[in-house]
């Protein structure tokens, strides 16, 4: 499917009647999806999903359950004005991949709860907004297995859970990094916080394919903010082939997501700002909006890539793409606990966490 076709769905003329209507139309899409489900073979530890009081997984034996929850707020993570329903749908459900992604696991269940203003309610939102969802669900076989619909005063609250599993104790921890690993990155960076920068300055994505060089530049790095792309076959590599000894997925940014492995690891970091993969895009464009492209980079965040660390001993056995992803050397863990620091040529400074954080400002005011 082409980006412009992902970026608008068509509406539904046929706005939800009541939540329960709409929980009917749900479960049977999900007992659709289930049967056409990628996933070979599909899911059978769920006994019993949509319908009940609570869905019902059967515990698999040498296997450990990995789950995951994302909270997304109207005008704090997302704006209406920026985005489709069918665009939120897929991104709440794949911030949560990207976290099972990080752990090394393998997607499982989601459970997907929501509250609208009786505005959204009336519209063709909701239909909309699954739709987005169960589009991205089917590329990585997971099962819509619950969730909850309700209403609120004003803004639209989701609640984003994934439900995965991994071989048992094989989960990838930020804890373990060593000193001497070599740190690497999938993809490139900068490219989500361009696209934020873009959408705050007004760009919007066009219903029509343009033919201007500089529109579809534009328009790829809105999509890099509001279709993220998780890394899910990455993170089952590395933790199902014994390569990452510690992973984290860059939500918050390079700076501050280097920083949590560290402090986790007990270590700290040196990476090299040459090697650092910054988006083509965010390069060609940033000069015309006086924007950095490395600070972008650093601390921009919502990427959605993998950040992870490998042993020497095993860099001979780590594919150097999967898919059309590749990865990227930056740098090297140190013994240096929790000092993090940069070099840029023959100029090397500390680098702090810079990357985005709810409460700011309350921070600030209590130290």
Same mark, same amino acid.
């Given at each position: 499917?082409? @980006? @412009?076709?992902?970026?608008?769905?068509?509406?539904?003329?046929?706005?939800?009647?009541?939540?329960?209507?709409?929980?009917?139309?749900?479960?049977?899409?999900?007992?659709?999806?289930?049967?056409? $489900?990628?996933?070979?073979?599909?899911? $059978?530890?769920?006994?019993?999903?949509?319908?009940?009081?609570?869905? #019902? #997984?059967?515990?698999?034996?040498?296997?450990?359950?990995?789950?995951?929850?994302?909270?997304?707020?109207?005008?704090?993570?997302?704006?209406?004005?920026?985005?489709? =329903?069918?665009?939120?749908?897929?991104?709440?459900?794949?911030?949560?991949?990207?976290?099972?992604?990080? %752990?090394?696991?393998?997607? !499982?269940?989601?459970?997907?709860?929501?509250?609208?203003?009786?505005?959204?309610?009336?519209?063709?939102?909701?239909?909309?907004?699954?739709?987005?969802?169960?589009?991205?669900?089917?590329?990585?076989?997971?099962?819509?297995?619950?969730?909850?619909?309700?209403?609120?005063?004003?803004?639209?609250? #989701?609640?984003?859970?994934?439900?995965?599993?991994?071989?048992?104790? &094989?989960?990838?921890? &930020?804890?373990?990094?060593?000193?001497?690993?070599?740190?690497?990155? *999938? +993809? $490139?960076?900068?490219?989500?916080?361009?696209?934020?920068?873009?959408?705050?300055?007004?760009?919007?994505?066009?219903?029509?394919?343009?033919?201007?060089?500089?529109?579809? %530049?534009?328009?790829?790095?809105?999509?890099? !903010?509001?279709?993220?792309?998780?890394?899910?076959?990455?993170?089952?590599?590395?933790?199902?082939?014994?390569?990452? *000894?510690?992973?984290?997925?860059?939500?918050?940014?390079?700076?501050?997501?280097?920083?949590?492995?560290?402090?986790?690891?007990?270590?700290?970091?040196?990476?090299?700002?040459?090697?650092? =993969?910054?988006?083509?895009?965010?390069?060609?464009?940033?000069?015309?909006?006086?924007?950095? =492209?490395?600070?972008?980079?650093?601390?921009?965040?919502?990427?959605?890539?993998?950040?992870?660390?490998?042993?020497?001993?095993?860099?001979?056995?780590?594919?150097?793409?999967?898919?059309?992803? =590749?990865?990227?050397?930056?740098?090297?863990?140190?013994?240096?606990?929790? +000092?993090?620091?940069?070099?840029?040529?023959?100029?090397?400074?500390?680098?702090?966490?810079?990357?985005?954080?709810?409460?700011?400002?309350?921070?600030? $005011?209590?130290?």
């Amino acid at each position: 499917m082409r @980006d @412009d076709e992902k970026a608008e769905k068509p509406r539904s003329n046929s706005p939800s009647r009541s939540e329960f209507d709409l929980i009917e139309r749900i479960r049977h899409r999900a007992s659709n999806h289930l049967k056409n $489900s990628s996933l070979i073979p599909p899911p $059978s530890s769920l006994l019993f999903g949509i319908g009940d009081d609570a869905a #019902i #997984i059967q515990q698999q034996h040498g296997r450990d359950t990995i789950i995951t929850t994302d909270l997304l707020i109207e005008e704090i993570d997302f704006h209406l004005d920026t985005t489709t =329903p069918w665009l939120l749908g897929h991104k709440a459900l794949a911030v949560s991949l990207s976290d099972i992604a990080a %752990m090394g696991a393998r997607p !499982q269940y989601a459970l997907l709860s929501i509250g609208v203003p009786r505005a959204v309610w009336d519209s063709a939102f909701m239909d909309e907004f699954y739709e987005g969802f169960f589009s991205l669900a089917e590329i990585f076989g997971v099962v819509l297995a619950g969730g909850d619909v309700s209403r609120t005063p004003e803004r639209i609250v #989701i609640d984003s859970i994934v439900i995965g599993d991994v071989a048992h104790g &094989r989960a990838v921890r &930020r804890s373990g990094a060593r000193a001497g690993d070599h740190i690497f990155v *999938t +993809g $490139s960076l900068g490219g989500a916080a361009a696209g934020l920068r873009l959408l705050e300055r007004g760009a919007r994505l066009r219903r029509k394919r343009t033919r201007s060089t500089y529109s579809r %530049m534009v328009e790829q790095l809105l999509l890099r !903010q509001l279709l993220p792309e998780p890394r899910v076959s990455w993170g089952a590599t590395l933790c199902e082939e014994h390569l990452a *000894t510690a992973m984290i997925d860059i939500s918050d940014g390079l700076s501050s997501d280097l920083a949590h492995i560290c402090r986790e690891s007990n270590t700290g970091a040196t990476i090299d700002a040459a090697r650092i =993969p910054i988006d083509p895009l965010v390069i060609n464009l940033c000069g015309r909006r006086a924007l950095d =492209p490395l600070l972008l980079a650093l601390h921009g965040g919502e990427d959605f890539e993998l950040l992870f660390t490998v042993h020497p001993r095993d860099l001979r056995r780590l594919p150097r793409k999967i898919g059309d992803v =590749p990865i990227t050397y930056i740098g090297d863990i140190t013994k240096d606990s929790g +000092g993090i620091r940069i070099a840029e040529g023959s100029h090397v400074w500390n680098l702090e966490p810079g990357g985005f954080t709810h409460f700011e400002r309350d921070a600030e $005011s209590s130290t």
